[in-house]
């Protein structure tokens, strides 16, 4: 028997299921950390995404019944945890900007990763001018270093549109960025 | 496509279908450029290890309101005894009361109290554990009037008192009452 701490997601979700309540720990201790950095990229906010992951766990909980199947649990609570990035956007689109920035101008300074650091910060200001779904194929794909075809599948949809999607983030970027390339 | 736009080689680039050694030769430092953007990608790892006992704990206080039915049998007999130290004399408005909190809880390695008279800080007020009967007790001594207060089962479980009325407390928990 395996222990419990390498229980495969679909055997966690019906024991939750069962009553072991519990064990939802384990689900939410096993990809808290997969999804934070996504969520951070997507709301240029530390804070906002540690909320957004909570959010998510919670809501998960709720409708833990509905994952039709607890095997693929970490996919459906990915589309989960997007939909609480993207209403978060919509809310709050302007909030964001001034702790990304911080965020990076706190970095190291040190002689020689300044104009890195700029040009990061810079980065992190102009994805968050892109739309919710220009960013979040950024991210997926740049951040998280997925193909396209994983991103495809993980958002049900096509390769050809995401990369459409993915252009247009391109070249808003470039507009954005014209004095950092 | 405006004049600010990528070449689609450089798009293709970016997309890693393509390297910089397959552009032309004048798309070349506008190739290398596109490629100092994407370097510029912040991929630290990001770690939120509070969201565990945050999410465990929201679904806690929102299962609260169904303890009754739900708590394990060892916290389903808590109770709430409540010693007037003066009995038989009411209590002037601004009089103090003493009063002793009680929870039944064998399998708890720690119980506090939190409540409207220590602001709601679940380490400001622990109970002792008297003996090996899992009872554990608080006595304070508070101003007359009403309370409202929950126990803090290990840091985390918030358990309001099946002994005392309960009210919700606008946020979806519900809170035990106490008038003195």
Known sequence: ?181 | MSGHDFHPLIKQLLDGDITLADLPAELHAEGEAALRLLAAVDRTDVSMPAVTWRVMAALERRRRRFLPWLLAPALAIAAALVIWLRPGTPPPSAALVTVRFVLVAPEARQVSLAGTFNQWDPQATPLVRAGTTGVWTATLTLPAGQHQYAFVVDGARWVPDPGAPAVDDGFGRRNSVLTL
């Open chain 1, 1 to 181: 028997m395996r222990p419990r701490s390498q229980a495969a997601d679909g055997e966690i979700v019906r024991a939750v299921l069962a009553g072991d309540r519990e064990r939802y720990a384990q689900l939410v201790e096993r990809y808290r950390d997969r999804y934070a950095r996504y969520a951070t990229r997507m709301l240029g906010s530390m804070d906002a995404a540690e909320d957004a992951v909570q959010d998510a766990f919670v809501r998960a909980y709720d409708q833990l019944a509905q994952c039709k199947d607890p095997d693929k649990f970490v996919g459906w609570f990915f589309l989960i945890l997007r939909n609480r990035c993207f209403a978060e956007r919509r809310r709050n689109r302007t909030s964001a900007s001034l702790e990304a920035a911080d965020g990076v101008a706190a970095e190291d300074r040190t002689e020689g990763v300044v104009e890195t650091a700029e040009r990061r910060r810079a980065l992190q200001l102009a994805l968050l001018e892109l739309t919710p779904d220009q960013r979040e194929v950024f991210v997926l794909k740049h951040v998280e270093g997925l193909s396209y075809t994983e991103i495809a599948e993980r958002l049900s949809t096509s390769v050809p549109s995401l990369k459409m999607r993915m252009h247009r983030a391109y070249d808003k970027l470039r507009d954005e960025l014209r004095d950092h390339t």
